[in-house]
């Protein structure tokens, strides 16, 4: 089992920054290759970027590419979502989830384990 906890969401004029935070605890972060994801009200739930275990491979969404980062620091057992240059239409619920492979995995059904949520808000 593997508990995560997102954190770093808030409200941001357009242009601005903001960086998640998701915290794992249980078992060996990792053996967990990382992702997020978003929901904005109304909408289905949207792959975002990915990062395997080691972190040397990452993969990201068409829509935030150039703006987003994932990352990840195992010996803080924390992955990181860095975005810039934020756009009204990033306004979501964003997600953090785990999934038991070490291999990058970017299809929401391949999670199996995910946070409660942080919401972002990016105002025009």
């Known amino acids: 089992q593997v508990q995560l906890v997102e954190s770093g969401g808030g409200l941001v004029q357009a242009g601005g920054s903001l960086r998640l935070s998701c915290a794992a605890s249980?078992?060996?972060?990792?053996?967990?290759?990382m992702g997020w994801f978003r929901q904005a009200a109304g909408k289905e739930c949207e792959f975002v970027a990915a990062i395997s275990w080691s972190g040397g491979n990452t993969y990201y969404a068409d829509s935030v590419k150039g703006r987003f980062t994932i990352s990840r620091d195992n010996a803080k057992n924390t992955v990181y979502l860095q975005m810039n240059t934020l756009k009204p239409e990033d306004t979501a619920v964003y997600y953090c989830?785990?999934?038991?492979?070490?291999?990058?995995?970017?299809?929401?059904?391949?999670?199996?384990?995910w946070g409660q949520g942080t919401q972002v808000t990016v105002s025009s």
């Open positions: 249980g078992r060996t972060f990792t053996s967990y290759a």
């Open positions: 989830a785990a999934a038991n492979t070490i291999v990058i995995v970017t299809t929401y059904t391949k999670f199996h384990y």
